[in-house]
């Protein structure tokens, strides 16, 4: 999540409904129904052609294949969920504020959240949480002696807005942060189609691990005495919460990286990879096989991220998924392909299931909602599901 990646509005550009309610293929007991071409070329059929494999991964177990990435617009009473019908989508990722779900303390506003489980199951979609707190934390969670200082969003909406941000160590901040988890966890850890839950908490902007880090903000985090042993036992929390609170589930990190400020408080190259790393070893050892590995920054545009092939090396020994850094629909040229939103897509698409020394690919890809249901990009995004439905 970089850049412009959300945004006001979704096209309604999907076709009707009662094309897409029998053709949804992400379990593989139903059979692939045939559409006619309208219905292909509206992102409704299940391949091209009406023929062949199903468009959407067939796993029904393990996160897999494409995901719609859903932005919550606090703004309006409800999501809109028309992306999940089309059926070379397998999964729904949502992007929401803690501040928006939990504005009074213990007292959760769940409708947004029943309404994704509720399309979910019948769409037969399976579903990621990408809760944010950080910046986007409610007043109460912050007051009562929390530590905060104020830093200027890094990218995203309102990049450059200045806000309080809590220390990630803080722990008030994150006794309060880990309440709500036991809460979520209560209203929706049995839900069948809840495979994914994004750890989060130490961060920022979203549920990326990455914090402000500007030249001024890195001498902010040493006069607040920033280390990287303070932020790996945070962060090591938060695995423990999660392994306990959501057993059900498997728990996502999305890696961006550490300050590279040294346990002594001075600026040290290299440190926050190192920082990084520990961090996603230590995922592993309490996570064990439901850990996630995920970078949320993927591009074929002229800035690519490094995490991306990091993450990509991970596939085979834990699950996997790339987020598209924007909407190639919208920011084409951010996307690797100016005035040309099919190229862009493709192009980034392919970098993202590029295969790893070992022959492996990435185990789920998100995409931003407007890129699922523009019609330009359908034969790209039938392209990348059919590489899940592939996958070995």
Not at 185 to 198: D, H, I, L, M
């Given at each position: 999540m970089r850049h412009s990646r959300l945004w006001s509005s979704i096209p309604a550009v999907l076709g009707t409904c009662f094309l897409c309610g029998s053709s949804l293929l992400a379990y593989p007991q139903q059979p692939p129904q045939h559409q006619g071409s309208e219905a292909n070329r509206r992102g409704l059929g299940s391949n091209p052609e009406g023929s062949g494999p199903p468009c959407a991964a067939a796993n029904n177990s393990t996160p897999s294949g494409l995901v719609v990435v859903i932005i919550d617009k606090p703004q309006l009473p409800s999501l809109d969920l028309r992306a999940l019908r089309n059926p070379c989508i397998s999964g729904a990722a949502l992007q929401i504020h803690w501040a928006d779900l939990e504005p009074v303390q213990g007292k959760p506003d769940w409708s947004k959240l029943d309404q994704l489980f509720s399309a979910a199951e019948s769409s037969h979609k399976w579903v990621q949480l990408l809760?944010?707190?950080?910046?986007?934390?409610?007043?109460?969670?912050?007051?009562?002696?929390v530590k905060t200082e104020p830093f200027a969003i890094q990218y995203g909406p309102g990049k450059g807005t200045v806000m309080k941000l809590p220390m990630p160590w803080d722990t008030v901040y994150l006794a309060r942060w880990s309440a709500f988890l036991k809460l979520l966890?209560?209203?929706?850890?049995?839900?069948?189609?809840?495979?994914?839950?994004?750890a989060a908490g130490p961060t920022s902007v979203s549920a990326e691990m990455s914090l402000p880090e500007k030249l001024q903000n890195v001498k902010i985090w040493q006069s607040e005495g920033y280390s990287p042993r303070k932020y790996l036992e945070a962060w090591q929390q938060i695995f423990q919460v999660c392994a306990a609170d959501f057993p059900n589930q498997w728990v996502s990190l999305s890696v961006g990286i550490g300050l590279n400020i040294n346990n002594q408080g001075r600026i040290e190259r290299g440190e926050g990879a190192r920082t990084r790393q520990t961090i996603i070893d230590r995922a592993m050892a309490v996570l064990g096989s439901r850990f996630v590995l995920q970078n949320s920054d993927l591009s074929a545009g002229p800035v690519r991220h490094p995490a991306t092939q990091l993450v990509i090396g991970y596939s085979g020994r834990v699950i996997t998924g790339l987020q598209m850094r924007t909407s190639a629909e919208r920011e084409s040229a951010d996307m690797g392909g100016a005035g040309s939103p099919p190229l862009a897509f493709r192009r980034s698409i392919d970098l993202g299931m590029e295969r790893n020394s070992a022959g492996q690919r990435i185990d789920y890809l998100e995409i931003y909602a407007p890129d699922v249901v523009a019609d330009d990009l359908q034969p790209a995004l039938h392209y990348g599901a059919s590489l899940f439905v592939s996958k070995p």
């Open positions: 809760i944010f707190p950080g910046f986007f934390s409610p007043a109460w969670a912050l007051e009562g002696g966890s209560a209203r929706y850890g049995k839900e069948p189609a809840f495979r994914v839950v994004a």
